[in-house]
């Protein structure tokens, strides 16, 4: 599975922003896609997911700021960001696992796209 991430971009706080995934492969339905996210000096971290079924999962830091979604007949996941703050200010990575099961562990999943960056200015 390839994964192409896209739809970074520098914004102001309080903006909106669409992140978008791209994935290969004819069973993109049956995996669990997530977003994570690595600011400068940081660890990578956990920030939304998505199973085959549809269950949505957020870290709390973006929880009713963020909506993950997905459209299995483009094979594409989506991140729509709003009310945007400084510290959301990272790259962001698409990750996906065929599994039908959830976790936030970057050790969980198999495959991960390149990032694409996010810079919010106060």
């Known amino acids: 599975v390839q994964l192409q991430a896209s739809g970074g971009g520098l914004v102001q706080a309080g903006d909106s922003l669409r992140l978008s995934c791209a994935a290969s492969?004819?069973?993109?339905?049956?995996?669990?896609m997530g977003w994570f996210r690595q600011a400068p000096g940081k660890e990578r971290e956990f920030v939304a997911a998505i199973r085959n079924g549809g269950n949505t999962y957020y870290a709390d830091s973006v929880k009713g700021r963020f909506t993950i979604s997905r459209d299995n007949a483009k094979n594409t996941v989506y991140l729509q960001m709003s009310r945007l703050k400084p510290e959301d200010t990272a790259d962001y990575y698409c990750?996906?696992?065929?599994?039908?099961?959830?976790?936030?562990?970057?050790?969980?999943?198999?495959?991960w796209g390149q990032g694409t960056q996010v810079t919010v200015s106060s």
């Open positions: 990750a996906a696992k065929e599994s039908p099961y959830y976790s936030a562990s970057v050790y969980f999943y198999d495959y």
């Open positions: 492969g004819r069973t993109f339905s049956y995996y669990i």
